[in-house]
C-alpha cells in the first residue's frame, strides 16, 4: 500500500470516528498495527490531521460560534455561560496531559490496551444507557451548571488512555449527570476545539521539527479528506443518537475490542 492511499485510508477513519463514542485514536492504533505500519512513523500524522475534524465542528456550527463571538463583546449571560463551561471543562486535560504526557504516549503503542478499552466502554455506554434517565430537552451548553461542566472535564480524561474515546466519555458523562442527549452531544463537538487544538500544538511542538515535505503532503491529503468525512458524520450522528440512542455503538465498540483481542493472539 503507498502512503497516499494509507493517508487516504487514515483520513476516512478520523472523520469516521473522532466524533463518535468509538475512539478515533484506538481506532487509528489498531489501523496502523492491522497495515503492518510502524506506529512511530504515523504517530504524528494521527495528530497532525485532528485539526481537520475541528475545523468541521466550526463549519457545521459557525453560528453558534458567530453567536457567541457578538455575544461576548455584549457581556451576555449565555455567552459567558457558554465560553465558560467550556474552558473549565478543558482545563483538567491541560493538567493531566502536562503531568502525565509521556506515560499517555507509551500507552499509544499498546494495542491490546486499545482492545480491553473499546470492550470496556462498550460495557460502560450499555449500563449508562440503561440506568440514566437524561430528559428530552435541555437548555443547551449555556444552559450545563458549572458543577456539571466540572464533572463533564475529568470525566473527559479518562480518553487519555487509548479506546476509551473522548467522545464517548464526554457524552455519557454528560448523561450521567442530568444532560439531554443532544446537548451532550454538542458539549462534546464544542469541547473538542480546545482539547483537540491543545493536544495537536503541543504534540507537534513536541515532534514536529523532524517533518519532511512530503510529511506535509501527506498530512494535507490526510486532513482534507478527514475534514469531508466529519462533516458528514457529525449531522447523521446528533440525529441518530437522539431518536435511537448509543447503543449500537457499544455493540460495535465490543465487538471490535474482542475482534482485535482475537486478531492480535493468532498473529
Known amino acids: ?38 506506529q512511530a512513523d504515523w504517530e504524528v500524522f494521527n495528530i497532525a490531521i485532528q485539526p481537520a475534524a475541528i475545523l468541521a465542528i466550526v463549519v457545521l456550527y459557525w453560528r453558534t460560534f458567530w453567536g457567541v463571538a457578538k455575544g461576548l463583546f455584549g457581556l451576555e449571560k449565555g455567552a459567558i455561560a457558554f465560553v465558560r463551561n467550556l474552558l473549565v471543562a478543558f482545563f483538567p486535560a491541560v493538567i493531566l496531559g502536562l503531568a502525565f504526557g509521556d506515560i499517555i ?48 472535564g475529568l470525566v473527559q480524561c479518562l480518553a487519555m488512555i487509548p479506546g476509551v474515546s473522548r467522545s464517548g466519555a464526554t457524552i455519557l458523562g454528560a448523561m450521567a449527570f442530568g444532560v439531554d442527549r443532544k446537548t451532550a452531544a454538542e458539549f462534546s463537538f464544542f469541547l473538542a476545539v480546545p482539547t483537540l487544538s ?20 501527506l498530512i494535507g491529503i490526510g486532513s482534507a479528506v478527514g475534514f469531508v468525512t466529519a462533516l458528514v458524520v457529525v449531522k447523521v450522528f446528533v440525529a441518530v443518537v437522539t431518536k435511537i440512542g448509543f447503543a449500537p ?3 460495535y465498540r465490543i465487538a471490535l475490542g474482542a475482534a482485535g483481542l482475537a486478531w492480535l493472539a493468532m498473529r
Not at 502512503?3 to 492504533?29: C, K, M, N, Q, R
Not at 486499545?114 to 455506554?125: D, R, T, Y
Request: charged content about 10%.
Open 1 to 38: 500500500m503507498t502512503d497516499t492511499l494509507a493517508a487516504i485510508l487514515l483520513g476516512i477513519l478520523e472523520g469516521l470516528t473522532e466524533f463518535l463514542p468509538v475512539s478515533s485514536t484506538g481506532h487509528l492504533i489498531l489501523a496502523t498495527e492491522f497495515l503492518g505500519f510502524d
Open 105 to 152: 504516549e507509551t500507552m499509544l503503542g499498546n494495542a491490546a490496551l486499545v482492545c480491553w478499552s473499546l470492550i470496556i466502554g462498550g460495557v460502560a455506554i450499555l449500563a449508562i444507557e440503561r440506568w440514566a434517565n437524561p430528559p428530552a430537552e435541555g437548555p443547551g451548553v449555556a444552559g450545563v451548571p458549572l458543577r456539571t461542566a466540572i464533572l463533564i
Open 198 to 217: 491543545g493536544a495537536t500544538v503541543y504534540q507537534l511542538a513536541k515532534h514536529g521539527s523532524g517533518l519532511t515535505g512530503d510529511d506535509m503532503q
Open 249 to 251: 455503538f457499544a455493540w
